[in-house]
């Protein structure tokens, strides 16, 4: 089992940054598949970003590429998403999710292991 708790949420004007973390802890997941999602009030939770297991591939939607970026620190257990030129569309609680199956995917399905979310909050 692994449990995944993020931080780094908040309140941010149009433009600014903020950084996600998802730590992991009960084992290391340094081999899992791991993912951002986010979900806005009213709607369905929304796929962000996915990083392999071993790092050597990273996918992102189309409404974050350029702005977001994955990382992570198998040191600490940790991933990130640094999140830049934010928008009031980026408004939603995001999610981190893992899973030591799933090669990559950006269906929330497909992940076992979630975080509780944490909220990101852009005014215009």
């Not at 198998?74 to 928008?87: D, E, F, I, R, V």
Request: glycine share 10%.
């Amino acid at each position: 089992q692994v449990q995944l708790a993020e931080s780094g949420g908040g309140l941010v004007q149009a433009g600014g940054s903020l950084r996600l973390s998802c730590a992991a802890s009960g084992r290391t997941f340094s081999t899992y598949t791991r993912a951002w999602f986010r979900q806005a009030p009213g709607k369905e939770r929304e796929f962000v970003a996915y990083m392999s297991g071993h790092g050597s591939r990273e996918y992102y939607a189309d409404s974050v590429k350029g702005r977001f970026t994955m990382s992570r620190d198998n040191a600490k257990n940790t991933m990130y998403l640094q999140m830049n030129s934010l928008k009031p569309e980026d408004t939603a609680v995001y999610y981190c999710a893992a899973d030591s199956r799933t090669v990559v995917s950006d269906r929330p399905t497909d992940y076992d292991y979630w975080g509780q979310g944490t909220q990101v909050t852009v005014s215009s």
